[in-house]
């Protein structure tokens, strides 16, 4: 079976229910980046890692095939070029590339084998005046990954997860790990 687009199978493995239309995103993922578009490839997947002083938050950009159609495979749609770029506060923009990072191409796989998650509007506490406050984590980081994903109906959406501590996050980290000796600075 052909693939579409690393971010549409990507979606497709995090999102098991179906969407209503009107959950259709009135932003895209590329709206707000600033390489929306990077050596032919598509913005698929943005890590935003928020950490306390003295660390810095960053953000990552996972760049995939917009479309694999004459890729038979996940392995051939993976065999294409891919990219990341990792944007700092205190840094200038670096980039790793798929010939010189084998690592792009398991970071991959490792998100469209994340566990599927149902999306739904919680109204749970509608009418409550007083809304119980969630447990935080007062040190290390939190990730919000953001997908491009498409609904059932054929809609696209802009999904983010927010996690601290489970399996969004644990992927995060492992591909941050991952990338780190292959950052090198964009020209």
Known sequence: MPFKTIASLAAASLLSATLPASS?????LDNDLRFPVFEGA???VRIQTFQEAPYHNFEVTLYGPDHCYQAPTLDACLALPLSAIRTDENQAPRVARSATCPALANIFRALIDLPAQSAAPDFSDFGNRVRPIPPTKKDGASHRITVAAMAAD????????????????????????Q???CWSPMN
């Open 24 to 28: 259709a995103a009135v932003q895209s």
């Open 42 to 44: 598509r913005a698929a």
């Open 154 to 177: 054929g809609n696209t959406l802009t999904v983010t997860f927010s996690d601290y501590s489970g399996p969004y996050a644990h992927w995060a980290e492992t591909s941050l790990d």
């Open 179 to 181: 990338l780190r000796q």
